[in-house]
């Protein structure tokens, strides 16, 4: 049953859609989630704003709002592991963890280089290819300025750039597969995201150590968690402002 209330207490307060989404600083089409499907309710965060902004209490536009107990209990379940660093991580792990896929299959990075040359975790892409799941690699647009700070942070300076460069000429055979799409980003990357349907791993970005030294968490979707699609939705964001390539070589603009 759509939130009839959420959609009222819109329409009262004279403001469309667009506006309710620019105050709020999430898409129109969230907004539409939010009244049409109740299965995919804001973040808390962003329920005390709508409801600050419509000004109406948060109970009455969402009766069933959680409380701070319920929400954290939640969050709890939704971790699965944590490791304290990437290098401890099994190697197995990614591919495995792909390998259950079916609605998405999601790869955040800067350059992810390590897993370029995992060849199990290329024979999972091109099963999920063959299968018709949709694939999505987002790397870092190697001439950007978010690459350089990255490269300077690590200490390792231009060779952030070349590593995304070479990251891409061996994911080569992997351009041109049914249902797989390459994109460049440039935005600030706090961690590294890798999604399979509702399980994830989360590497954290510290400053001044490479993500192999920094923590990952493994995720899962629970019922009224709001870790993992706080995650997922970051990963929207930058999929929805990166830049599409056809070919490891199609850098062009800042990555040229």
Not at 16 to 31: F, I, P
Not at 180 to 191: D, G, I, K, P
């Given at each position: 049953?759509?939130?009839e ?78 490791y ?122 510290l ?15 629970v ?8 995650y ?5 964001r ?19």
């Amino acid at each position: 049953m759509a939130n009839e209330r959420l959609r009222g207490a819109i329409v009262a307060s004279g403001m469309t859609l667009d506006q309710v989404a620019e105050q709020l600083g999430v898409s129109a089409k969230t907004v539409e989630r939010w009244i049409n499907d109740p299965k995919r309710q804001p973040y808390r965060r962003f329920k005390y704003a709508t409801a600050s902004l419509l000004q109406r209490e948060v109970s009455y536009l969402w009766p069933e709002e959680q409380t701070a107990a319920e929400v954290t209990e939640a969050g709890n379940a939704e971790l699965v592991r944590l490791y304290p660093h990437r290098s401890v991580v099994p190697n197995r792990l990614w591919p495995q963890l792909y390998a259950g896929a079916t609605r998405h299959f999601d790869v955040l990075v800067y350059s992810g280089f390590w897993l370029t040359e995992d060849a199990a975790f290329h024979q999972v892409v091109k099963e999920k290819s063959s299968a018709g799941v949709p694939v999505r690699f987002m790397l870092g647009d190697p001439g950007s300025a978010a690459v350089a700070v990255r490269g300077a942070d690590e200490g390792i300076g231009g060779a952030m750039g070349s590593k995304i460069r070479n990251a891409l000429v061996n994911y080569a055979p992997l351009f041109g597969l049914p249902g797989v799409e390459f994109r460049l980003h440039s935005t600030t990357l706090y961690n590294s995201i890798y999604r399979a349907d509702d399980e994830m791993l989360a590497n954290g970005h510290l400053y001044g150590v490479g993500a192999y030294l920094a923590p990952v968490l493994h995720l899962q979707r629970v019922p009224g968690g709001e870790l993992f699609d706080a995650y997922a939705e970051s990963v929207e964001r930058v999929w929805e402002s990166a830049r599409p390539i056809s070919s490891p070589f199609d850098l062009g603009g800042a990555g040229s």
